[in-house]
């Protein structure tokens, strides 16, 4: 069982930057994968980072070039910038090991004037 402690969501202005970042209860170089997902209301779950083994990422359209995601020995990190009100939703932080896939129970990202 992996544990994921997301934090760092918060209210920001358009334009704006937030870190969040993903506490795991083990070392990441231990799982197959970690991403960050999210959730607006009324909407389906969407991928929008992924860290795999051997360093690949993988970025949802609407994340290239705005949103970064890296890890540090057993934190996931996803750099969010050029923030739109349209990036609201609820993160979750994920973590894939063989065929288990773990989740944070979220954090929520707010960006309004």
């Known amino acids: 069982q992996v544990q994921l402690v997301e934090s760092g969501g918060g209210l920001v202005q358009p334009g704006g930057s937030l870190r969040l970042s993903c506490a795991a209860s083990?070392?990441?170089?231990?799982?197959?994968?970690v991403g960050w997902y999210r959730q607006a209301p009324g909407k389906e779950r969407e991928m929008v980072a992924s860290?795999?083994?051997?360093?690949t990422t993988n970025y949802a359209d609407f994340a290239k070039g705005r949103f970064t995601i890296s890890d540090a020995v057993d934190t996931v990190y996803l750099q969010m910038g050029s923030l739109k009100p349209e990036d609201t939703a609820v993160y979750y932080c994920?973590?894939?090991?063989?065929?288990?896939?773990?989740w944070g129970q979220g954090t929520q990202v707010t960006v309004s004037s």
């Open positions: 994920s973590a894939r090991r063989l065929s288990d896939t773990y």
């Open positions: 083990e070392n990441i170089f231990n799982l197959n994968a």
């Open positions: 860290l795999h083994v051997g360093g």
